[in-house]
């Protein structure tokens, strides 16, 4: 079984702040790694994906993967109440795509 | 920006009828999935098809059946809608090819049965 894990939350965060999202993945056969955020009652939109070892950075999201460790984090800069939201981590394994079961974020204004 | 449809967006329809959600990509995908997910659940698996002629069951068992005799169409059918079946369904594609193809899902069914 291949588990995907993310930190509980949920997580509140000011806004402005930088919002950090923690995801651990249990099989090191694992290929690539995914961001969704969600928003409530809506279907899950990709933020960000990443493949390699390091950081990966796009606008105000950078993804970071330590495949040794076995650990992808999302980290959000200045955030806004838009990002408001509940982020998925995804993890990809042959063909198949398993998913943690999100972290709740709410950015107060 | 995904290219992948859903339809219905909403369905409210009464015990022991027949419905079949619609899912069409535009994208040529080969891969192709079916997921559930109750409200501020996670997401779970159902069915998923590698290609045309190609339906295999995802990890939660359902009683809903698919079918893949186009590469761009994707339907799940449920013969007897009963009020266990109320929830939120969602369709993805991808063009996995090595390491690198990413999951787009599209807007969701939700469905609700009386």
């Known amino acids: 079984q291949k588990e995907v894990e993310q930190n509980s939350g949920p997580l509140s965060v000011p806004e402005g702040a930088i919002a950090s999202l923690n995801c651990t993945y249990s099989?090191?056969?694992?290929?690539?790694f995914f961001w969704y955020r969600q928003y409530s009652g809506k279907s899950p939109e990709l933020i960000m994906f990443?493949?390699?070892?390091g950081d990966k950075e796009d606008g105000r999201f950078t993804a970071q993967l330590n495949k040794a460790s076995q650990y992808v984090s999302l980290l959000i800069r200045d955030s806004q109440p838009s990002d408001s939201a509940t982020y998925l981590c995804?993890?990809?394994?042959?063909?198949?795509?398993?998913f943690g079961t999100g972290t709740s974020l709410t950015v107060i204004p | 920006e995904a290219d992948i449809y859903q339809t219905p967006r909403y369905l409210v329809i009464g015990t022991g009828k027949k419905i079949t959600l619609e899912c069409s990509q535009t994208?040529?995908?080969?891969?192709m999935y079916w997921y559930q997910q109750d409200p501020g659940m996670e997401l779970h698996l159902i069915h998923y098809?590698?290609?045309?002629?190609?339906?295999e069951k995802g990890d939660l068992s359902s009683e809903s059946t698919v079918s893949r005799i186009r590469t761009e169409h994707f339907p799940l059918t449920l013969e007897s809608a009963r009020p266990s079946h109320t929830s939120q369904y969602l369709c993805?594609?991808?063009?996995?090819?090595?390491?690198?193809?990413?999951?787009?899902f599209g807007e969701g069914s939700r469905l609700t049965v009386l």
């Open positions: 995804a993890v990809r394994f042959g063909n198949q795509f398993y």
């Open positions: 993805a594609s991808s063009a996995l090819t090595g390491n690198t193809g990413e999951l787009f």
């Open positions: 099989d090191r056969g694992s290929q690539s």
């Open positions: 994208m040529g995908h080969d891969k």
């Open positions: 098809s590698y290609g045309v002629n190609s339906t």
């Open positions: 990443i493949y390699s070892n």
